[in-house]
C-alpha cells in the first residue's frame, strides 16, 4: 500500500510561486503514474496535472498550463508541483494522488487508488 505525505502549500500574493511535493512510501515510487488534483470551496475536485512513470508524459488542465510544472525524482520518490504566476482561482486544497496500477496517467479521480492528505493553498489578490 502507498502512502502520501504532502508539503509546501501556503499563503501567497497573486504573481507569486508555490513549490508542492509529495512523497511515497511503500510500493515502488517509478513503477505508477501521480496526479495533482485540487478542490475549491463548493467546487469539484479537478485534475490539475499528471505525469506518467518516468515523466515522459505529463497532462496540465488549460487553467494551469505556461503557469505550474509538474516533475518527479524517482530517486527521491518525490513528485513536485511547481506553481509560478498564482492567481485567486487557484485557492484550493491540493492534493497529490496515485495511481499505483498504472504507468500512465488517467484523467479522473476514480483512477487513482492512494491520495495525500491535502495541503492549503491560499492566493490573496
Known amino acids: 500500500q502507498v502512502q502520501l505525505v504532502e508539503s509546501g502549500g501556503g499563503l501567497v500574493q497573486a504573481g507569486g510561486s508555490l513549490r508542492l511535493s509529495c512523497t511515497a512510501s511503500g510500493r515502488t515510487f517509478d513503477s505508477y503514474a501521480m496526479g495533482w488534483f485540487r478542490q475549491a470551496p463548493e467546487k469539484e475536485r479537478e485534475l490539475v496535472t499528471a505525469?506518467?512513470?518516468?515523466?515522459?508524459?505529463?497532462y496540465y488542465a488549460d487553467s494551469v498550463k505556461g503557469r505550474f510544472t509538474i516533475s518527479r525524482d524517482n530517486a527521491k520518490n518525490t513528485v513536485y508541483l511547481q506553481m509560478d504566476g498564482l492567481k485567486p482561482e487557484d485557492t484550493a486544497v491540493y492534493y497529490c494522488?496515485?495511481?499505483?496500477?498504472?504507468?500512465?496517467?488517467?484523467?479522473?479521480?476514480?483512477?487513482?487508488?492512494?491520495w495525500g492528505q491535502g495541503t492549503q493553498v491560499t492566493v490573496s489578490s
Open positions: 494522488a496515485a495511481s499505483t496500477y498504472s504507468a500512465y496517467y488517467y484523467y479522473t479521480g476514480e483512477r487513482y487508488d492512494a
Open positions: 505525469i506518467s512513470w518516468n515523466g515522459g508524459s505529463t
